[in-house]
């Protein structure tokens, strides 16, 4: 985790100058010589950061108005955040157009290129980096964790940020299912018995012959996932020294519990 913040805050610092370079590289090819230059490219991204701010002052002052007006006169913020929007997207051409002293088609012609070598070069530039620091491998572990089939990467970058699940038998298979952090097949057993005994505890609370929540359901279906994962994994493992008596896998009881809750969850009317 050192590694892929290094990584990404060298990144953060880098950033700035291969958009200064995608900004020249669109004046070579689109402004006047003496207008292409290095310098005007810095001016250029500073232009645009001042702009930045600027409209994030302004949104912050505008939407609240915007918002009051779609209350009572709908059509005029309509207008409004048209109006506003449309500004914000004539300057994002100006500001080149008055800087380099070309046309508005060729103000557009120059930002979509700055884009085209910035999204070239970053990519590029990160894997250089991600060498430099040794964290290629972080990264490449990173997206594979994030990218897990079935696996919804904004949630994960959420609990990455520390916003949890409310519920103690969510955050669990959370954990268990798409750990942040490496764990042992000895941990996801652990997790498998523990969550076994939460489900088993959860389920007395309901009225007898009711049908459990939804939610409940949905945890039964996630806990057999985790079941099947932690047996693929104990199988393939066979070769390996056999675990402790503590770390067994889950036994037919566990199975049978799940799969028992599941048919009945399925059996009663929703």
Same mark, same amino acid.
């Given at each position: 985790?050192?590694?892929?913040?290094?990584?990404?805050?060298?990144?953060?610092?880098?950033? +700035?100058?291969?958009?200064?370079?995608?900004?020249?590289?669109?004046?070579?090819?689109?402004?006047?010589?003496?207008?292409?230059?290095?310098?005007?490219?810095?001016?250029?991204?500073?232009?645009?950061?001042?702009?930045?701010?600027?409209?994030?002052?302004?949104?912050?002052?505008?939407? +609240?108005? @915007?918002?009051?007006?779609?209350?009572?006169?709908?059509?005029?913020?309509?207008?409004?955040?048209?109006?506003? $929007?449309?500004?914000?997207?004539?300057?994002?051409?100006?500001?080149?157009?008055?800087?380099? @002293?070309?046309?508005?088609?060729?103000?557009?012609?120059?930002?979509?290129?700055?884009?085209?070598?910035?999204?070239?070069?970053?990519?590029?530039?990160?894997? @250089?980096?991600?060498?430099?620091?040794?964290?290629?491998?972080?990264?490449?572990?990173?997206?594979?964790?994030?990218?897990?089939?079935?696996?919804?990467?904004?949630?994960?970058?959420?609990?990455?940020?520390?916003?949890?699940?409310?519920?103690?038998?969510?955050?669990?298979?959370?954990?268990? $299912?798409?750990?942040?952090? +490496?764990?042992?097949?000895?941990?996801?057993?652990?997790?498998?018995?523990?969550?076994?005994?939460?489900?088993?505890?959860?389920?007395?609370?309901?009225?007898?012959?009711?049908?459990?929540?939804?939610?409940?359901?949905?945890? $039964?279906?996630?806990?057999?996932?985790?079941?099947?994962?932690?047996?693929?994994?104990?199988?393939?493992?066979?070769?390996?020294?056999?675990?402790?008596?503590?770390?067994?896998?889950?036994?037919?009881?566990?199975?049978?519990?799940?799969?028992?809750?599941?048919?009945?969850?399925?059996?009663?009317?929703?």
């Amino acid at each position: 985790m050192q590694h892929l913040m290094k990584f990404y805050l060298i990144l953060l610092a880098i950033a +700035p100058f291969v958009q200064v370079l995608g900004y020249w590289v669109a004046s070579k090819a689109l402004a006047e010589r003496d207008k292409a230059t290095v310098g005007n490219a810095f001016l250029l991204w500073f232009y645009y950061l001042i702009f930045g701010v600027v409209v994030a002052v302004a949104m912050i002052i505008v939407l +609240p108005i @915007v918002f009051g007006l779609s209350r009572n006169e709908p059509q005029r913020a309509w207008i409004a955040g048209a109006g506003t $929007l449309l500004t914000i997207f004539l300057c994002i051409f100006l500001i080149p157009m008055k800087l380099y @002293v070309i046309g508005f088609f060729r103000s557009v012609l120059f930002v979509i290129l700055a884009i085209v070598v910035y999204l070239t070069a970053i990519p590029g530039v990160g894997a @250089v980096v991600a060498v430099a620091l040794g964290a290629n491998r972080d990264i490449a572990a990173l997206q594979a964790v994030i990218m897990k089939p079935g696996r919804n990467p904004q949630q994960f970058m959420q609990r990455l940020a520390g916003q949890e699940a409310p519920d103690e038998i969510d955050r669990l298979l959370d954990e268990a $299912l798409d750990p942040i952090g +490496p764990q042992t097949l000895a941990d996801r057993e652990t997790a498998v018995r523990i969550l076994q005994q939460k489900l088993q505890e959860r389920s007395r609370t309901f009225q007898p012959g009711a049908p459990p929540p939804a939610a409940y359901q949905n945890q $039964l279906k996630r806990y057999l996932q985790l079941l099947d994962e932690v047996k693929a994994e104990k199988a393939s493992s066979a070769n390996q020294p056999a675990a402790t008596e503590s770390s067994r896998a889950p036994s037919k009881a566990t199975t049978a519990f799940a799969h028992g809750w599941i048919q009945f969850a399925n059996a009663m009317p929703c």
